[in-house]
């Protein structure tokens, strides 16, 4: 007898427990706005002048955008809207620099704001950098 209440008191307690973490999962949708489900990436590189970028690779968890033939001193990628459930974004830019002191930045940017930057020197120019959600 001792032991059936033991049971139907767990069973109950399981049953709430279960319940109780259904509930606090569960998400209205109208009370969450889309930009708290979304972030906006940009990914940027700079390169100093008399230099051309030549090569960028960018991408969000492993899905890899490739822009080849570039030329000029900027670039920067259209805005990607990722899912907030993403974890890494890098990036990869080639150039080709003036001279030795050339340097090429490469920038993350979420969100409107910057989150990760790598500068290199030299005049074969390969840059790159990755960020973590």
Same mark, same amino acid.
């Given at each position: 007898?001792?032991l059936?209440n033991?049971?139907?008191?767990?069973f109950?307690?399981l049953?709430?427990?279960?319940?109780?973490?259904?509930?606090? $999962?569960?998400?209205?949708d109208?009370d969450?706005?889309e930009t708290?489900?979304?972030?906006?990436?940009?990914?940027?590189?700079?390169a $100093?002048?008399?230099?051309?970028i030549?090569?960028a690779?960018y991408?969000?968890d492993?899905?890899?955008?490739?822009?080849?033939g570039?030329?000029?001193?900027t670039?920067? $990628?259209?805005?990607?809207?990722?899912?907030?459930?993403?974890y890494?974004?890098?990036?990869?830019?080639?150039?080709t620099g003036?001279?030795s002191s050339?340097?090429?930045?490469?920038?993350?940017w979420?969100?409107?704001?910057?989150?990760?930057?790598?500068?290199?020197?030299?005049q074969a120019?390969?840059a790159?950098t990755?960020?973590s959600?």
């Amino acid at each position: 007898m001792k032991l059936k209440n033991i049971l139907k008191g767990s069973f109950l307690m399981l049953i709430t427990a279960f319940i109780f973490g259904f509930v606090i $999962s569960c998400k209205n949708d109208d009370d969450v706005s889309e930009t708290e489900n979304t972030h906006k990436v940009i990914f940027k590189a700079e390169a $100093s002048s008399g230099s051309t970028i030549n090569t960028a690779v960018y991408g969000i968890d492993g899905n890899p955008i490739t822009e080849n033939g570039l030329s000029g001193t900027t670039w920067t $990628s259209p805005e990607i809207t990722t899912e907030t459930q993403v974890y890494n974004s890098n990036v990869v830019v080639n150039a080709t620099g003036a001279n030795s002191s050339s340097t090429l930045k490469v920038q993350i940017w979420v969100d409107g704001e910057l989150k990760k930057e790598s500068t290199v020197t030299g005049q074969a120019l390969s840059a790159s950098t990755s960020y973590s959600f």
